[in-house]
């Protein structure tokens, strides 16, 4: 069975650094693209970062750029996002969540439970 | 950037009612779209991935079509529990862009 479990989440002052991270089972995690999706509260869903499968190639969404780092550990099976000056508009549910991919036949995406994470003085 | 606009940004409908959501995409995404329901206080739950192919344990009456820029996710026959938010999902390039949603309520 798939299972993304992320972690991590938690209370954070304006300015202050957390790191998710999203342990993966069930997969050959190291075949599979990975994201960073995130949902403000009342708000609809936010893409907030992409990794290759080896790791080689990133991208982030404007509003994380420079802040935010993704990465990832294949011989670990796990996915990180390591958040510094954090803001309020930061604070929402994070996802972990693997991609849609074709080999040959199509493998679905899969998403993980959410993290909280909170950015309040 | 590809943008994904959906219509309608919410629906009234009926118990046993057929619902239609269009998912339209800025530029061509193949078959890289998924469709994702929302109930309140709940992560998203994939329905339809690669446009057409439904999630295993979803019920049959979800089904999605098109391919290019122009996707569809019907409900044949809309059930209670049926009723949240719906969202469409590009995973054909980054950044990987969500539709803001269509709202499916009681009529």
């Known amino acids: 069975e798939v299972q993304l479990v992320e972690s991590g989440g938690g209370l954070v002052q304006p300015g202050g650094s957390l790191r998710l991270s999203c342990a993966a089972s069930g997969f050959t995690f190291s075949n599979y693209e990975m994201n960073w999706v995130r949902q403000a509260p009342g708000k609809g869903l936010e893409w907030v970062s992409y990794?290759?499968?080896?790791?080689?190639?990133?991208y982030y969404a404007d509003s994380v750029q420079g802040r935010f780092t993704i990465s990832r550990d294949n011989a670990k099976n796990s996915l990180y996002l390591q958040m510094n000056s954090l803001r309020a508009e930061d604070t929402a549910v994070y996802y972990c969540?693997?991609?849609?991919?074709?080999?040959?036949?199509?493998?679905?995406?899969?998403w993980g439970q959410g993290t909280l994470v909170t950015v309040s003085s | 950037d590809i943008q994904m606009t959906q219509s309608p940004s919410s629906l009234s409908a009926s118990v046993g009612d057929r619902v239609t959501i269009t998912c339209r995409a800025s530029q061509s995404i193949s078959s890289y779209l998924n469709w994702y329901q929302q109930k309140p206080g709940k992560g998203p739950k994939l329905l339809i991935y690669?446009?057409?192919s439904l999630q295993s344990g979803v019920p049959s009456r979800f089904s999605g079509s098109g391919s290019g820029t122009d996707f569809t996710l019907t409900i044949s026959s809309l059930q209670p529990e049926d009723f949240a938010t719906y969202y469409c999902?590009?995973?054909?390039?980054?950044?990987?862009?969500f539709g803001p949603g269509t709202k499916v309520d009681i009529k």
């Open positions: 969540a693997r991609d849609l991919r074709y080999n040959y036949v199509w493998q679905p995406p899969h």
């Open positions: 690669a446009a057409s």
């Open positions: 999902q590009q995973s054909s390039s980054t950044p990987r862009t």
């Open positions: 990794i290759s499968s080896g790791g080689g190639t990133i």
